[in-house]
Structure formats: C-alpha cells, structure tokens
T-cell receptor, first 112, second 110 residues
C-alpha cells in the first residue's frame, strides 16, 4: 500500500527566504506526482504535476523535483511571500486515472 | 474551460439525519470523479471514485454511499449521519493525468 509522508508538518519563515518542502513515498512505481496548495477552509489548487518520466517542473517561483528511485519529491519556493502562507500537499497516482494518495501536508506560514 | 461545482459550502446536520452532497463538472465529458474527506487533524482520504455513469468504487467501508446518475454529476449520500461523519468533503475530477478539486463542503454533525 502506497504511503506518502511530508516533512516538516509545519514551517514558519520570514518573508524573502527560499524554502524546501519534502515529500516521500513508499512505492516508487508511480505514474505521476502532484503538488497542491490549500488555503484554510478552501479546496485544493493544483500547483505542479510531474509525470513519472520527468525530473522537475517549474511555475513562477515554484520548482518541483522528482526522484522516483529514492521515492522523493521536493517543492522549492523562491523568495517566499506572506501570500504563500497555506498548507501544501503532495499526492501520487500509481497509474493513469488512478486515485491520489495524499501526504499529511506542510503548513507554511511566511511572516512579513 | 472546465469547472467543478460543489454545494453546499457549509452544512450542519443532526445525528441520524440524511445527507446529500452534489458535485457537477462543466466543460468536459466522461471525467473520472472522486469524493475525498479531510477530517480534523487527518489527511485527505479517498472515499469513492467513478469512471463512468453508474460505476462506483468504494475505498473505505463506512456510513456513506455515492452515485453517478449523469456523466458529470457525482452525489455523496448517507441515510443516517454519525458524529464521525463530520469533516471537509472534497469532490475532484480528473482528465488524466491531472486532478482538479472543488471548493469543498464543511459538514458538521451535531
């Protein structure tokens, strides 16, 4: 059974810092990995999708990497801003159209 | 463009009452549809998924059921709510490989 773990569970940083969020998964035979953002009381917003054949994806200040062999992904946020404060979730799918298995999330607070 | 609608946004229901949450997707056809629950202090848990009309798979045995009466409509139901059914319910759809989520329904069972 696939298990996804995110470390740290919570993170508080001053504005402007570059930061890394970690995600690990137990079954390396994934189809893709997706990073989401969740604001309090809201749904999930898709940030980045990495296919199993890809090593990384970038969108603006966000960069996500994938190392299937080691079962790890990282989300890098450059020059953090207070508006980045949210919970970040990673999720993996084992095959196309497969349901997602989620990590517990990292709650990020960026202080002005 | 495709959009997903989920309602109601907030719901307070007494124990033993029925439940019906609705999710609809616009701008696409034959999507994969999912219901997830996020309980307080816990991660997202897949409840049901559907790959077509009338096709429902359950991931976790519980007090809930799901139906897909139309291609782009997914309904989560219960005949009698339990306190443990409280949580944040999220509907999602997938044009593989990516998944998109609705805004969620906060259900409080009292």
């Amino acid at each position: 059974k696939q298990e996804v773990t995110q470390i740290p569970a919570a993170l508080s940083v001053p504005e402007g810092e570059n930061l890394v969020l970690n995600c690990s998964f137990t079954d390396s035979a994934i189809y893709n990995l997706q990073w989401f953002r969740q604001d309090p009381g809201k749904g999930l917003t898709s940030l980045l999708l990495i296919q199993s054949s890809q090593r990384e994806q970038t969108s603006g200040r966000l960069n996500a990497s994938l190392d299937k062999s080691s079962g790890r992904s990282t989300l890098y946020i450059a020059a953090s801003q207070p508006g980045d404060s949210a919970t970040y979730l990673c999720a993996v799918a084992l095959w196309i159209g497969n349901m997602l298995t989620f990590g517990g999330g990292t709650r990020l607070m960026v202080k002005p | 463009s495709q959009t997903i609608h989920q309602w109601p946004a907030t719901l307070v229901q007494p124990v033993g009452s029925p439940l019906s949450l609705e999710c609809t997707v616009e701008g696409t056809s034959n999507p994969n549809l999912y219901w997830y629950r996020q309980a307080a202090g816990r991660g997202l848990q897949l409840l049901f998924y559907s790959v077509g009309i009338g096709q429902i798979s359950s991931e976790v045995p519980q007090n809930l059921s799901a139906s897909r009466p139309q291609d782009r409509q997914f309904i989560l139901s219960s005949k009698k709510l339990l306190l443990s059914d409280s949580g944040f319910y999220l509907c999602a759809w997938s044009p593989p490989p990516e998944a998109f989520f609705g805004q969620g329904t906060r259900l409080t069972v009292v």
